[in-house]
């Protein structure tokens, strides 16, 4: 402990330099908490997004996902309730949901535009995902006798129709066995998924509608939410062995855009860190270069006095450490303190490109980012030190005694 006084007397020699130093390394430190705490925060942002809207596991047709289908619902699952049934008695099972793709032309009477159409379970799908509803309201689960059937539309698709809420349209589409089929509808609801690309085209209805339209009793796929992702990969073991004949993708598979992202982020943070750790290093450097300079002589008389090579280099080595964990603590206060402003300022981020919705700017506290960039910006000081005094405390004693 006494030794860590010495280094930290040592320090306060040259008050000015080692401030510069410190500095330095708090502002390096900071850098790396920060750029790292966003990239955790839209990680979690996109991963959520992609469990919210594909579910943890999604299970299909063999060759749904590697097959082109030659006619509607060629690679659908037909006995889905089976499936469904045996996939919700697993433990780790929150909701198993759903889901008829499919695509075909919508009309008001004088304009017709293509759709992209999601037929789904009205009451499982208001649990699994959020979905922004301009007008109107979310579709119902059951429809009333004698009443055509519910749609929700795109924003600017309704726009497009000129459609708005109880507007009556017409949905056509290809059945299963090829032949065009057609079907009133009724818009309940208008939504807005924030990509405007997806509101031009997409709309949903419910899963009855979908199959009469298609006039099939197939779905699509089926989607698994869980308890928790992390039990992801126990869940699609089991499934695997369940289900043989059946494809099987969890979400990181079918979530493209964030594997992109995290690909991206992952090389830009990581040169950044990289650029930053530089930096500190040839900091303190420097900073420990100048300092066995002018502690030449004092080296010297050490080293004439019996003092071993080893003990001069250990309270270079400990003033790089008192350097490092003051520049670390403070560049952790001053990454603590951003986060806490950014919780409560409410500042957003402008909308990603493809989209027209912006999000709250938040920096993910992380433990083990923090300990992480402590060590090793510790570790730099430390290597810096060693570097630096080698050259010092290996002169000879008269050289040393006699530096000017």
């Known amino acids: 402990m006494k030794w860590l006084l ?36 839209t990680y979690d942002g996109l991963k959520q997004g992609a469990t919210r809207a594909s579910g943890h596991l999604v299970v299909a047709h063999n060759e749904y996902f590697s097959g082109e289908e030659d006619s509607a619902m060629q690679y659908g699952l037909s006995n889905w309730k089976d499936i469904k049934q045996r996939m919700e008695q697993n433990e780790h099972v929150k909701w198993v949901i759903p889901r008829i793709q499919l695509s075909g032309l919508i009309s008001n009477g004088e304009k017709t535009a293509i759709y992209m ?16 509803i301009h007008k109107g309201e979310w579709l119902s689960s059951i ?6 059937a519910q749609i929700l539309l795109g924003k600017d698709l309704a726009k497009s129709m000129k459609a708005d809420i109880g507007s009556s349209l017409t949905l056509l589409s290809t059945t ?40 099939s009793e197939k779905i699509s796929t089926l989607h698994a939410y869980l308890n928790d992702t992390d039990d992801t990969e126990i869940v699609s073991d089991k499934f695997h062995a369940q289900f043989p004949n059946n494809t099987l993708k969890n979400w990181e598979e079918l979530a493209f855009y964030y594997v992109g992202v995290v690909n991206l982020y992952n090389r830009l943070f990581g040169v950044l ?21 002018e502690r030449t002589r004092e080296i010297g ?12 280099l250990r309270n270079f080595v400990l003033e790089a450490l008192v350097i490092g964990i003051i520049g670390s603590v403070l560049g952790m206060a001053i990454a603590g303190g951003f986060i806490v402003f950014l919780e409560n300022a409410g500042i957003m981020m402008p909308p990603p490109p493809g989209r027209n919705v ?5 920096v993910y506290f992380s433990g083990q980012l923090f300990v992480l960039t402590t060590i090793v910006l510790i570790g730099i000081s430390v290597l810096s030190a060693l570097l630096a005094a080698r050259k010092g405390i290996r002169q000879p004693i008269v050289d040393a005694l006699a530096h000017v």
């Open 301 to 312: 008389t050490l080293a004439a006095m019996g003092t071993l090579p080893r003990e001069i």
């Open 176 to 215: 299963a066995d090829g032949a065009l089929n057609g079907i009133d509808v009724k818009v309940r609801g208008i939504f807005s998924t924030g990509v405007p690309e997806m509101d031009k085209r997409l709309l949903y209805v419910d899963i009855p509608t979908a199959q009469a339209l298609l006039d």
């Open 358 to 362: 912006g999000y709250p700017l938040l």
């Open 273 to 293: 860190g990289l650029i930053i750790v530089i930096i500190v290093f040839f900091s303190v450097t420097n900073t420990m270069s100048m300092v066995v300079r």
């Open 6 to 41: 010495f280094a930290f007397k040592n320090v306060l020699r040259n008050r000015r330099r080692s401030l510069i130093t410190i500095i330095i390394t708090a502002i390096g430190s900071s850098a790396i908490l920060i750029g790292g705490g966003f990239a955790l925060f």
């Open 143 to 148: 429809s009333a006798e004698n009443e055509d």
């Open 117 to 132: 159409a999601e037929g789904v379970d009205p009451e499982g799908e208001s649990r699994a995902r959020e979905f922004l």
